[in-house]
Antibody, heavy 121, light 113 residues
């Protein structure tokens, strides 16, 4: 079955960076875009951006432009999201999600278990 | 950005009764060329990630019980849970995938009365 397994919880200080990994199994990793969505208590679910594993092309929500970088290692079916210049408002659970398919199939049919990132001095 | 507004914030329904959740988008998410509404519904149980229930406003994901149904078009959508079961206690979110950035509603918490 399709699985997205994320790395463990992180605690970071303001101004630091965090890199979360997402290992995919049960399907051909290259064939499906990976998106990242975060969930905070106050702001609910927020879309961070997307990455195409074949081309490496990415797109980010404006709130994350210049601070987030999505990459991948196709040899181990793993996607990564790095977020820099962390601030307390970035405290959230970060999910990697699989886009259901190409074209109009731009909803999310599988979600990772989530990675809690806590930003605190 | 398309703003997604859900109502109510929470509701309590008796077992076996119907739960109705509304979602309104600030602009239409209907694609005339493809004749589809780019609207999805997710269910999130405590301690779990969201799970896809419905896409294109009314198409149930494989394995989702038939008591879940979606309706609506353009800017107004509804998720209906017929004959509520105990395992349906969760927060439900709508999401538009018509334009970037993708945006979610604030969620509706469903509880047992």
């Amino acid at each position: 079955q399709v699985l997205l397994v994320q790395s463990g919880a992180e605690v970071k200080k303001p101004g630091a960076s965090v890199k979360v990994s997402c290992k995919a199994s049960g399907y051909t990793f290259r064939n499906y875009d990976i998106n990242w969505v975060r969930q905070t208590t106050g702001q609910g679910l927020e879309w961070v951006g997307w990455m195409n594993p074949i081309s490496g092309n990415t797109g980010y929500a404006q709130n994350f432009q210049g601070r987030a970088t999505m990459t991948r290692d196709n040899s181990i079916s793993t996607a990564y999201m790095e977020l820099r210049s962390l601030r307390s408002e970035d405290t959230a659970v970060y999910y990697c999600v699989r886009r259901a398919g190409l074209g109009h199939l731009d909803y999310y049919d599988h979600w990772g278990q989530g990675t809690l990132v806590t930003v605190s001095s | 950005d398309i703003v997604m507004t859900q109502s109510p914030d929470s509701l309590a329904v008796s077992l076996g009764e119907r739960a109705t959740i509304n979602c309104k988008s600030s602009q239409s998410v209907f694609d005339n060329s493809y004749n589809k509404n780019y609207l999805a519904w997710y269910q999130q149980k405590p301690g779990q990630p969201p799970k896809l229930l419905i896409y294109w406003a009314s198409t149930r994901e494989s394995g989702v019980p038939a008591r879940f149904s979606g309706s609506g078009s353009g800017t107004d959508f509804t998720l209906t849970i017929n004959s509520l079961q105990a395992e349906d206690v969760a927060v439900y979110y709508c999401q538009q995938f018509y334009s970037v950035p993708r945006t979610f509603g604030g969620g509706t918490k469903v509880e047992i009365k």
